[in-house]
C-alpha cells in the first residue's frame, strides 16, 4: 500500500503510537590495490569495464584467491569496533540472478563472519552518548554497477535500455551490521545519523578506506520497522538502500517512519521489501520485496580455504587500532581552546586531520583553521574537490602562515603565495621568489611611498593632523597599491602617523 507525501502522519503522532526499530547495514569498500580474490586494480573512475579478467567476471575454471590486504582490513575494523574475531570461518556463495553479479552469486560470508558481538559508542547532538550493538562484520565482493538509459530518473523504470560497467564487480567490502536499535524514541533517526557518521570517522582513522559516500565507497541500507506500543514483537521491516549522504539518513528513517505510521494508521501492512531514497524531496519509493536468507541457498564456497586468523597477529593488529575520532576531538577542542562552534565548524569542513597536521607543521591552531576552513575550503570548493585532494601540503601551509607572522608576507600576498602552490609552481619559498611578493623591508622605500600619498593628499594629512587617525587608512590603501601589496601595512601606518605630526 502507497501513501502520498500529504498524508504522512505527523512525527509526533508517530512517536506517541508507536516505537522504531532500527537495523543499519554499511557496506565499506576497502581500499586496497586490488579486487577481493583477484589481482585486478580498484582505482575509482576507469574507464568502463577495463579492471576486469575471467576471475571477477566469473569465468570457468578461474580460480579465486583470497587478498590478504584486505582479511587485514577486515579484521582492524573488527577490532575498532570491539568484536571478536572469529578464529576459523569460510566464505560461502549467496546465490541469486541480477545483471551486475557475473558469476551469479556473490562470494560472501554467512555464519562465520569475520567479526562478531561488538559494539560502537556514538556522540549525539546533546553530547550524549549512545551505545549500538554489532551483530557482525563480513567480508564479500562488491558487485558491478548498472547505468539504465533513457529514462528521466536513471533507474530501470522507462529505461529504453542498460549498459554494465563490471570494474567495481570483486571489489573487497566489509558489511558492518548492527543488531536492532531499540529504545530511541524520538531521537531514531538523529541516532541512525549519528552511527553512520562515527562509522565513517574511526574507519576512515583507521586508513582502511576512504569511505566517500559520494563515490559509493561506503554505502548505508536503513532497515525501519515500528511496533505499536503495547506490541511485544517487532513490525515488518523495510531496507532503504544505498543512501548516500548523512544528512540523507536521518531524513530516510525520519520519512519510513511516517510512512509506515500512516500506512497501518489507514489499516494497511508494511511490505518487508527494499525501498530506494529519493534525493530531490526526502521521500522514498518501493523496489522489489526482500528476500530472505534462505532464498539466497548459501552454501561454503569450495573453491576457497577458510580464514583462521593468528591469535599473535590478531594482537599486533590491536595495538595498531588508533584512538576513537570523536575522542580524539574532545581532546584537541580543549588543549587548543575551541568553541563547540568552532569544532563543529571544522568537523563539518573534514579539516581536523589536516589542521592537526598543520599544528604539528609549527602552525598555531588558528592560523591552521583560519587556512582550511576558510581560504583554502573556497578553492577547494571551487575546484569541485575535497579539501584533502588540494594539490598543497600541511607543511606548506604552515609554512606560509609562518611567513606571515614573521611579517615577510601579508596576508593579501600570502593567499597570492598559497595561489601558486595549488598552481604547480612550487613550495611557498619558491612562489615567494619567482612572484616577488615579500614584504618591503626597506624603510627608507617605504618613507618615499608614504611622502609620495601624503603629497598627492593634503586634505587627508590635515584631517589626520586634526586629530582624525582613521582616515590614515586612505593613504595606507595607496601605499599598499604603490608597493603592490608588499608593504606591511602595519608599519605603513606607523610612517603615515609620524609623518603627520
Request: glycine share 8%; proline share 5%.
Amino acid at each position: 500500500m502507497s501513501v502520498s507525501t500529504a498524508s504522512l502522519l505527523d512525527y509526533d503522532d508517530v512517536i506517541a503510537r508507536f516505537d522504531p526499530v532500527l537495523g543499519m547495514e554499511v557496506h565499506v569498500e576497502l581500499g586496497t590495490a586490488t579486487k577481493m580474490f583477484c589481482g585486478c586494480p580498484t582505482e575509482f573512475g576507469a574507464e568502463p569495464n577495463t579492471q576486469v579478467c575471467p576471475v571477477c567476471l566469473g569465468m570457468p575454471g578461474a580460480l579465486p584467491v583470497v587478498n590478504a590486504a584486505a582479511v587485514e582490513s577486515a579484521v582492524r575494523i573488527g577490532l575498532a569496533l570491539h568484536c571478536a574475531i572469529t578464529p576459523w570461518g569460510r566464505f560461502a556463495r549467496k546465490n541469486y540472478f541480477y545483471p551486475d553479479q557475473p558469476k551469479n552469486y556473490q562470494i560472501s560470508q554467512y555464519d562465520e563472519p569475520i567479526a562478531t558481538e561488538g559494539y560502537l559508542d556514538v556522540v549525539l547532538d546533546d553530547g550524549s552518548t549512545w551505545r549500538v550493538d554489532i551483530e557482525r562484520a563480513h567480508m564479500e565482493e562488491d558487485t558491478g554497477k548498472s547505468l539504465h538509459v533513457g529514462g528521466a530518473t536513471g533507474r530501470i523504470d522507462g529505461a529504453s535500455h542498460s549498459l554494465l560497467d563490471y570494474n567495481r564487480a570483486g571489489v573487497p567490502l566489509v558489511e558492518i551490521v548492527t543488531k536492532p536499535i531499540v529504545g530511541a524514541g524520538e531521537r531514531a533517526p538523529e541516532v541512525a545519523r549519528a552511527y553512520v557518521t562515527a562509522l565513517r570517522e574511526l574507519i576512515r582513522e583507521l586508513g582502511v578506506s576512504d569511505v566517500r559516500m559520494d563515490q559509493g565507497s561506503l554505502r548505508c541500507d536503513a532497515n525501519v520497522s515500528l511496533m505499536a506500543k503495547d506490541a511485544t514483537e517487532f513490525g515488518t521491516r523495510t531496507e532503504t538502500k544505498n543512501v548516500n549522504s548523512l544528512k540523507s539518513v536521518e531524513v530516510a528513517v525520519r520519512y519510513e517512519m511516517r510512512r509506515q505510521a500512516a500506512v497501518l494508521l489507514d489499516g494497511g501492512e508494511i511490505v518487508q521489501e527494499t525501498r530506494h531514497f529519493q534525493e530531490a524531496d526526502g521521500t522514498t519509493s518501493a523496489g522489489r520485496r526482500k528476500e530472505t536468507a534462505e532464498d539466497y541457498r548459501y552454501f561454503p564456497e569450495p573453491d576457497l580455504e577458510p580464514v583462521a586468523p593468528d591469535a599473535a597477529w590478531i594482537e599486533e593488529l590491536r595495538a595498531t587500532i588508533p584512538e576513537a575520532p570523536w575522542i580524539t576531538r574532545a581532546r584537541i577542542q580543549k588543549e587548543w581552546g575551541w568553541s563547540d562552534a568552532v569544532m563543529r565548524d571544522v568537523v563539518n569542513a573534514d579539516a581536523l586531520p589536516l589542521i592537526s597536521a598543520t599544528v604539528d607543521a609549527g602552525a598555531t591552531p588558528d592560523a591552521a583553521r583560519s587556512w582550511w576552513v576558510a581560504y583554502l575550503a573556497q578553492q577547494a570548493n571551487t575546484l569541485g574537490v575535497t579539501l584533502s585532494d588540494l594539490s598543497i601540503t600541511p607543511a606548506q601551509v604552515a609554512r606560509v602562515a609562518a611567513l606571515v607572522a614573521d611579517r615577510t608576507l601579508t596576508n593579501a600576498n600570502a593567499r597570492k603565495v598559497v595561489d601558486g602552490v595549488l598552481a604547480g609552481e612550487g613550495d611557498p619559498d619558491q612562489v615567494v621568489e619567482a612572484r616577488g611578493l615579500a614584504v618591503v623591508q626597506d624603510d627608507s622605500a617605504l618613507e618615499q611611498a608614504v611622502a609620495d600619498a601624503l603629497a598627492a593628499n593634503p586634505a587627508i594629512v590635515e584631517k589626520i593632523k586634526a586629530g582624525k587617525v582613521q582616515a590614515a587608512g586612505a593613504l595606507v590603501g595607496q601605499v599598499m597599491k604603490a608597493t603592490k601589496g608588499q608593504a606591511d601595512p602595519a608599519r605603513v601606518k606607523e610612517l603615515v602617523l609620524a609623518a603627520c605630526e
